[in-house]
C-alpha cells in the first residue's frame, strides 16, 4: 500500500464520519419528518460512500475491493427504495407537511392532490 | 500506525451517529420518523461491520455487512407493511386507513 | 440472449465471486440456489407487463458518474443548510414529469431523485412524480429537467 492510497483512504474515511454526524445533527434538528427524510438522505449517500470509498483504497485491487463496491452498488440501489417505501407510506397515512410548505398541495391538507 | 487509529476514529463516529438515530428513534414523534432513524441506524450497522473488519484485519466479515444490509432492507419494508395494513399476510385491506 | 440465461449467468458469478470456495459440496449449494433464484424470477417474469425493456441500456454506464457527482454537490448544499445556526429551509412540494418511455427509467429517475438530498420522492402517478424539495434552489434543479432528460437517454432505443 502505497502512502499515496493511504492518503486518500484516510481523507475519504474522515469525511465520511463528519458526513454521518451532519446528517445525524440533522436529524435532531430538523423541524418535521419530510425536511428530517433530506437529512437522512446526507448519512446514507455521502457517508456510506465516502467511508466505503476510504476502505476500497485501503483494500487494494482485491477481490474484498469488489465485494466493497457490490456492498456500495446495493446500498445505494436499497437505499432510495427503502426511502421511498417510506414515504409513500407516510405520504399515504398523511403525515402533515410544516405549515411553511409551499407546493401543489396546500399546507396540512393531504388530499392526495390530483386535481 | 495512524492506519489503525484511523479506522478507531471511524468507528467512533459512526457509533455516535448509531446514538444519535436512536435518540431520534425514541424522540419520534410518528412512527415513520422513528422507522426513518432505525433505517439509519442498519445502514450505519453495516458500515461498523465493514469498518471493523478491517481494523481487526478479518475482510471476510464483508459477507457478514452484505446479510446485514439484505435483512436491513427487507425489515424496514416489512415493518412498514405491518405498520400499514396491520399483518404481513395480506395487502389487501387497510387499517384505519 | 435468453432472459432466464443471463439471470443464471450473473447470479452464478455472483456466487463465485462472494464465496471463493471451489469445493464440490459448496458448488453444489450455489448451484441449488440458482436454480431456485431462477425459478422464482420465472414465476415473477408471468406477471410482469412487458418483458422488453427491462434492464438500461449502456449508456447508463455514462449516467453514474455524473449523478455520483450531483449527490456529492447537493450534499455538501444539505450540509451548509444543516449547520447554518439559522436553518434555512422553506420546503415545498412540486411535481415533476417524468416522460421516460419504460417503468425501468421512470424507477432510476425517481431513485435518483431519492439519492440526491434535498428532494425526495414521495408518489408517483399520472407519469408525475410528486417530489418533496428542502427549498426553492433544489427545486429549481429538478424542475430544469436536466436529469430527467439524461435518464431518458439512458433508456434502450433513445
Known amino acids: ?115 | 500506525m495512524l492506519d489503525f487509529s484511523m479506522f478507531e476514529v471511524t468507528m467512533v463516529a459512526i457509533l455516535v451517529t448509531m446514538l444519535i438515530a436512536l435518540i431520534a428513534a425514541v424522540r419520534g414523534p410518528t412512527v415513520f420518523d422513528r422507522i426513518l432513524a432505525i433505517n439509519i441506524f442498519g445502514t450505519k450497522t453495516v458500515l461498523l461491520i465493514a469498518v471493523s473488519g478491517f481494523l481487526t484485519g478479518r475482510p471476510e466479515w464483508l459477507d457478514l455487512a452484505l446479510v446485514y444490509a439484505l435483512v436491513n432492507f427487507i425489515g424496514t419494508v416489512a415493518v412498514l407493511k405491518f405498520v400499514r395494513f396491520g399483518n404481513l399476510a395480506r395487502d389487501d385491506e387497510e387499517v384505519g386507513s | 440472449m435468453n432472459r432466464t440465461l443471463k439471470t443464471a449467468l450473473i447470479l452464478v458469478a455472483v456466487w463465485l465471486l462472494w464465496s471463493g470456495h471451489t469445493e464440490p459440496l459448496l458448488l453444489a449449494f450455489g448451484l441449488l440456489s440458482v436454480i431456485i433464484v431462477v425459478a422464482i424470477t420465472r414465476r415473477m417474469d408471468r406477471f410482469a407487463e412487458s418483458e422488453r425493456n427491462q434492464y438500461p441500456g449502456p449508456r447508463f454506464l455514462l449516467y453514474i458518474p455524473w449523478l455520483l457527482w450531483q449527490i456529492f454537490l447537493s450534499n455538501l448544499a444539505v450540509a451548509r443548510i444543516i449547520l447554518d445556526p439559522k436553518l434555512p429551509i422553506s420546503p415545498r412540494l412540486i411535481r415533476v414529469p417524468a416522460n421516460q418511455r419504460t417503468p425501468t427509467g421512470q424507477a432510476i429517475y425517481a431513485n435518483s431523485i431519492t439519492l440526491t438530498p434535498g428532494t425526495a420522492s414521495l408518489d408517483i402517478r399520472d407519469g408525475q412524480i410528486l417530489v418533496h424539495a428542502l427549498n426553492a434552489e433544489f427545486a429549481a434543479d429538478l424542475e430544469s429537467g436536466e436529469m430527467g432528460a439524461r435518464v431518458k437517454r439512458t433508456e434502450k432505443g433513445a
Not at chain 1, 426511502?83 to 397515512?93: E, L, S
Request: include cysteine; hydrophobic fraction near 55%; glycine fraction near 14%.
Open chain 1, 1 to 115: 500500500m502505497t502512502g499515496f492510497a493511504d492518503l486518500i483512504s484516510w481523507l475519504c474515511l474522515i469525511a465520511g464520519s463528519v458526513f454521518c454526524i451532519i446528517g445525524g445533527i440533522g436529524l435532531l434538528r430538523m423541524p418535521n419528518f419530510w425536511t428530517r427524510t433530506h437529512a437522512a438522505g446526507i448519512t446514507d449517500t455521502m457517508g456510506v460512500g465516502l467511508i466505503l470509498v476510504g476502505l476500497i483504497f485501503q483494500a487494494g485491487l482485491t477481490l474484498v475491493a469488489v465485494k466493497l463496491v457490490m456492498i456500495l452498488a446495493f446500498l445505494y440501489l436499497a437505499g432510495p427504495t427503502a426511502g421511498h417505501a417510506i414515504f409513500r407510506a407516510a405520504h399515504a397515512y398523511g403525515v402533515p407537511f410544516a405549515a411553511l410548505t409551499t407546493g401543489v398541495e396546500a399546507p396540512g391538507e393531504n388530499s392526495d392532490g390530483s386535481d
